[in-house]
């Protein structure tokens, strides 16, 4: 069984910063991603990242100010965001693909973390 633990979230000022973490167990891909679901919302691709070429992926309105990582190791993934803006809030949750990562679909999700960006 696949099972995607993140952690990290929490309340910050604007401008702060922020890193989630996304523990992965049961997964034996390499392609790990982070996404976001807003308060009345759509669910949107923030970070793709693959641990077979070590490529990443981000959508424009995060671009130069987070960051995604993997650790192989230890099979964590890593989400360092920077300079947060009011607009970052949202449920935040890692995802994982046999193939791919897609801002379009992923085959297994992880549990949110709330991440709250006061102004």
């Known amino acids: 069984e696949v099972q995607l633990q993140a952690s990290g979230g929490g309340l910050v000022q604007a401008g702060g910063s922020l890193r989630l973490s996304c523990v992965a167990s049961?997964?034996?891909?390499?392609?790990y991603g982070w996404f976001r679901q807003a308060p009345g919302k759509e669910r949107e691709g923030v970070a793709c990242?693959?641990?077979?070429?070590?490529?990443?992926y981000y959508a424009d309105s995060v671009k130069g100010r987070f960051t995604i990582s993997s650790d192989k190791a230890k099979n964590t993934v890593y989400l360092q965001m920077s300079s947060l803006k009011p607009e970052d809030t949202a449920v935040y949750f890692c995802?994982?693909?046999?193939?791919?990562?897609?801002?379009?679909?992923?085959?297994?999700w992880g549990k949110g973390t709330q991440v709250t960006v006061s102004s």
């Open positions: 995802a994982a693909d046999r193939i791919g990562c897609s801002f379009g679909s992923m085959d297994y």
């Open positions: 049961g997964f034996t891909g390499d392609d």
């Open positions: 990242v693959s641990n077979y070429d070590g490529s990443t």
